[in-house]
């Protein structure tokens, strides 16, 4: 199935399966054509990290080599984003100033 919410569930349980720091998942249709009623080059990436999880949903153009390696770059564009929202937040929490 391809949605947010398994992403979700994709990262938690690789999280905990494989005893990470941190882990990351994608799920989408990279064509051709539709599946499960969606267009190509809708894609959902989640990462988990601690018990925390963050994921957003995409929809890529081109064709199916380019959305894979489009869905590569962004699901590793979203884990450095989110990392850097959650250390900054964790040293604001433990400093009380921003680093």
Do not use: N, Y
């Not at 919410?5 to 994608?26: I, Y």
């Not at 009623?37 to 963050?54: E, I, N, Q």
């Amino acid at each position: 199935m391809v949605s947010e919410e398994t992403a979700e569930v994709m990262a938690e349980v690789a999280h905990t399966l494989g005893h990470a720091d941190v882990s990351l998942s994608t799920t989408g249709i990279p064509g051709p054509g539709k599946r499960e009623d969606k267009d190509p080059g809708l894609f959902f990436v989640a990462t988990s990290v601690k018990g925390r999880v963050a994921s957003e949903g995409r929809k890529l153009g081109g064709d199916t080599e380019d959305i894979k390696r489009q869905v590569c770059l962004a699901a590793l564009r979203f884990l450095s984003r989110v990392l850097d929202v959650w250390l900054e937040d964790d040293r604001l929490q433990k400093t009380g100033h921003f680093a």
